[in-house]
């Protein structure tokens, strides 16, 4: 014990800039590994302790004055190894299977270490301190604002969704927007898209969430009206058929399964609708369609055919959108090791060239014949003469 505290002096007579504590003793130890980072905010330094487990991240600040003390703590009798940066010092410890401890040191200019470590906390849409009651409702903040632990990474996700709709309306000045939200479910994410639009952006939004589950309606109303969420109103229907005659300004789908995608695509295209926000689910269409005489190295093993069976329904989509006059992306929503569902399509109206038209058509058409697949969106298309 003595000779980890003499070490870990050692290491913190310089300023660190960073700290990961790796390579557990024994399997009962709970954190797989600890980032420490140094961070600013207001003027002031402080130390950002990440811990991670298999599925989840926990936080944790300190004053930078207690970290010698916190790293002997969480090192002792749990970790195997620490690895910490100053701005001109590598230093690597290793503790032996015999419990010898080693220190390695290596100078080292670490301006980028620097830069890193002292960027402000990332600037997030949706801010800690916010009293956003759908946040606290979902328990992924506490009454006071603060962020919950365990719910980090759910956070983290629902600012990505709203960055990347926010990137698209910063794009044009809108006053008000009229905006469906296709199988929405529970719709937390629908009221805090109401909260940013109204509350963070000062647009007029009148918003609709339709869902198939009479009980999930009667539920999200009456939440609505507890928010006093007066635009924003949630009704029964299915995707397919469902009758809107007003304008469109953006659609939302999140995790319509299988083709019901397509069909909220098909809907948002005849609407004439200005952006389009697609978080597909479950592709089945394809995985029962594809067929390849000269590829079947993509159809033979089950988990490819699959995973390859859901990028190309994606990657016809984004075509199809854009032989319509959207210009159309394909985006990472959340990393995949938290969801496999992490593709979004994100479409906005043109305008596309001819060329670039006639070329999405031609590569639409040859992957159909290749892979023998019938897409539903191309035939919901085609009969509404649309395409």
């Given at each position: 014990m003595e000779e980890l505290k003499n070490k870990i002096n050692e290491i913190t007579r310089d300023k660190l800039l960073k700290v990961v504590i790796s390579n557990k003793l024994n399997k009962d130890v709970e954190y797989n590994k600890i980032n420490i980072e140094l961070k600013e905010k207001n003027n002031k330094e402080y130390y950002q302790i990440e811990k991670y487990t298999d599925k989840q991240v926990f936080h944790e600040n300190i004053?930078?004055?207690?970290?010698?003390?916190?790293?002997?703590?969480?090192?002792?009798?749990?970790?195997?190894?620490?690895?910490?940066?100053?701005?001109?010092?590598?230093?690597?410890?290793?503790?032996?299977?015999?419990?010898?401890?080693?220190?390695?040191?290596?100078?080292?200019?670490?301006?980028?270490?620097?830069?890193?470590?002292?960027?402000?906390?990332?600037?997030?849409?949706?801010k800690e301190g916010m009293l956003i009651q759908p946040l606290i409702d979902l328990g992924?903040?506490?009454?006071?604002?603060?962020?919950?632990?365990?719910?980090?990474?759910?956070?983290?996700?629902?600012?990505?969704f709203i960055e990347i709709i926010d990137d698209e309306i910063k794009k044009n000045d809108y006053k008000e927007l009229t905006i469906l939200d296709f199988g929405c479910g529970k719709s937390?994410?629908?009221?805090?898209?109401?909260?940013?639009?109204?509350?963070?952006?000062?647009?007029?939004?009148?918003?609709?969430?339709?869902?198939?589950?009479?009980?999930?309606?009667?539920?999200?109303?009456?939440?609505?009206?507890?928010?006093?969420?007066?635009?924003?109103?949630?009704?029964?229907?299915?995707?397919?058929?469902?009758?809107?005659?007003?304008?469109?300004?953006m659609v939302i789908t999140l995790h319509a399964c299988d083709t019901a995608t397509d069909y909220a695509l098909y809907n948002a295209v005849k609407w004439n609708t200005k952006m389009i926000f697609s978080v597909p689910c479950c592709q089945h269409e394809?995985?029962?369609?594809?067929?390849?005489?000269?590829?079947?190295?993509?159809?033979?093993?089950?988990?490819?055919?699959?995973?390859?069976?859901?990028?190309?329904?994606?990657?016809?989509?984004?075509?199809?959108?854009?032989?319509?006059g959207y210009k159309t992306q394909i985006l990472e929503f959340i990393d995949i090791s938290h969801s496999p569902k992490n593709i979004l399509i994100r479409a906005s109206k043109g305008p596309i060239s001819k060329d670039k038209k006639e070329k999405a058509m031609k590569e639409v058409n040859n992957i159909i014949k290749e892979f023998n697949l019938n897409p539903t969106l191309l035939n919901l298309l085609k009969n509404d003469n649309l395409i």
């Open positions: 004053e930078l004055d207690v970290l010698n003390s916190k790293l002997v703590e969480m090192v002792f009798e749990n970790y195997k190894q620490i690895g910490a940066w100053s701005d001109s010092t590598n230093y690597d410890l290793k503790i032996s299977k015999k419990g010898k401890i080693f220190l390695g040191k290596k100078k080292s200019q670490n301006e980028n270490l620097i830069n890193k470590s002292h960027n402000r906390e990332k600037n997030y849409i949706l992924i903040f506490t009454k006071g604002g603060k962020i919950v632990n365990s719910k980090y990474d759910k956070y983290k996700q629902i600012n990505r937390y994410l629908t009221f805090v898209l109401y909260y940013y639009f109204v509350e963070i952006k000062k647009i007029d939004v009148k918003m609709i969430g339709l869902d198939l589950k009479d009980d999930v309606i009667k539920k999200c109303n009456d939440i609505a009206k507890k928010y006093n969420y007066e635009n924003l109103k949630f009704e029964l229907g299915d995707i397919n058929g469902y009758k809107y005659t007003d304008n469109v300004d394809f995985n029962d369609q594809i067929n390849s005489d000269e590829l079947s190295i993509l159809t033979k093993y089950g988990i490819i055919k699959e995973r390859v069976s859901a990028l190309m329904t994606d990657a016809v989509r984004g075509n199809l959108l854009e032989v319509l």
